[in-house]
């Protein structure tokens, strides 16, 4: 692989590094996988896309995080309100947001920021200086999420996680913690969405399918390289993990496969990066049998 097409790996793998944080939270935080994510993602680069067109790109990238959060409450509310099972309500989400996406597109499956002349004002439209742009937010985000979770606040949502019973019978409002984690999680989602939009210079209505388990395989590789045991090694390689994907996606590209072919690919990335532990286990006991 040439220089820059692992640098644009990288640069891609730090974009979906803010997805795999914002996973993070009902993942590793929650334990409660959402499915809202393949819809927030989108609605946070319709967001932001429609916000540069209109010719405020910095603007469309706060935007992008309100309107996720809005996403991961809507799930929130589903799940606490209607009570509804969390897998269905997130899905009743994203199904919703579909319509919702390309209503902000104003009816349109795809939006490019070319044709407003935009595409040259975003953060990252500047190829000398994106990389570190990026790598200067996901920085920030996992010192911010570290500080947050280490608050009582971020306290209790990790305590919600642990143990959902134990938190309701110490006084603490169980539902605004799911409102809280969800909300979080989703805006992040979302912001990952509207830098990948400012990335590459458009916005796609179906451009949401495959997140949960791209976001995902980011924390488990992570995961499985740093063997985190605090919530700051967590987050950190959860980022980690989204660059080594994303190294490894284009690894697999460049050996030949169709970009048709890349769901299967991801799917099995996970599964085996999953099985690495079992797969040790099994070997260090068949080497001890033959010892």
């Known amino acids: 692989m040439s220089t820059a097409i692992i640098l644009r790996a990288i640069q891609l793998g730090l974009v979906f590094a803010v997805l795999?944080?914002?996973e993070y939270i009902t993942v590793?935080?929650?334990?409660?996988p959402d499915l809202t994510v393949d819809g927030s993602f989108v609605t946070g680069g319709a967001v932001c896309a429609m916000m540069t067109i209109a010719g405020f790109p910095n603007l469309g990238l706060f935007a992008a995080f309100i309107a996720g959060i809005?996403?991961?409450c809507v799930t929130a509310f589903?799940?606490?309100?209607?009570?509804?099972?969390?897998?269905?309500?997130?899905?009743?989400?994203?199904?919703?947001?579909y319509s919702v996406n390309l209503r902000i597109m104003n009816g349109s499956p795809n939006v490019t920021l070319h044709?407003?002349?935009?595409?040259?004002?975003?953060?990252?439209?500047?190829?000398?200086t994106r990389l570190y742009v990026l790598?200067?937010?996901?920085?920030?985000?996992?010192?911010?999420?570290?500080?947050?979770?280490?608050?009582?606040?971020?306290?209790?949502?990790?305590?919600?996680?642990?143990?959902?019973?134990?938190?309701s019978s110490s006084s603490i409002n169980v539902d605004n913690m799911k409102f809280l984690g969800l909300g979080l999680s989703n805006g992040l989602v979302?912001?990952?969405?509207?830098?990948?939009v400012q990335f590459q210079n458009f916005a796609d209505v179906t451009g949401g399918t495959g997140m949960l388990v791209l976001g995902l395989a980011g924390i488990i590789i992570g995961e499985a390289i740093l063997r985190p045991k605090g919530i700051g090694m967590g987050l950190i390689a959860a980022a980690l993990g989204a660059v080594l994907y994303r190294l490894l996606y284009t690894f697999a590209l460049q050996l030949g496969f169709a970009a048709t072919d890349m769901n299967l690919v991801s799917s099995v990335l996970v599964a085996v990066t999953i099985s690495i532990p079992y797969l040790q286990k099994l070997a260090k006991k068949r080497k001890s049998e033959h010892a």
């Open 20 to 22: 795999s944080l914002g």
């Open 70 to 72: 809005l996403c991961g």
């Open 28 to 32: 590793g935080i929650m334990d409660n």
């Open 190 to 196: 979302a912001l990952s969405g509207a830098l990948l």
């Open 115 to 128: 044709a407003s002349g935009m595409s040259d004002h975003t953060i990252l439209s500047n190829d000398a």
């Open 135 to 167: 790598l200067a937010i996901v920085i920030a985000l996992i010192l911010a999420m570290y500080l947050f979770f280490k608050t009582s606040i971020g306290l209790m949502l990790r305590a919600t996680g642990d143990n959902e019973e134990m938190v």
């Open 78 to 97: 589903l799940q606490t309100k209607m009570k509804i099972q969390p897998l269905l309500a997130g899905i009743l989400t994203m199904t919703g947001l």
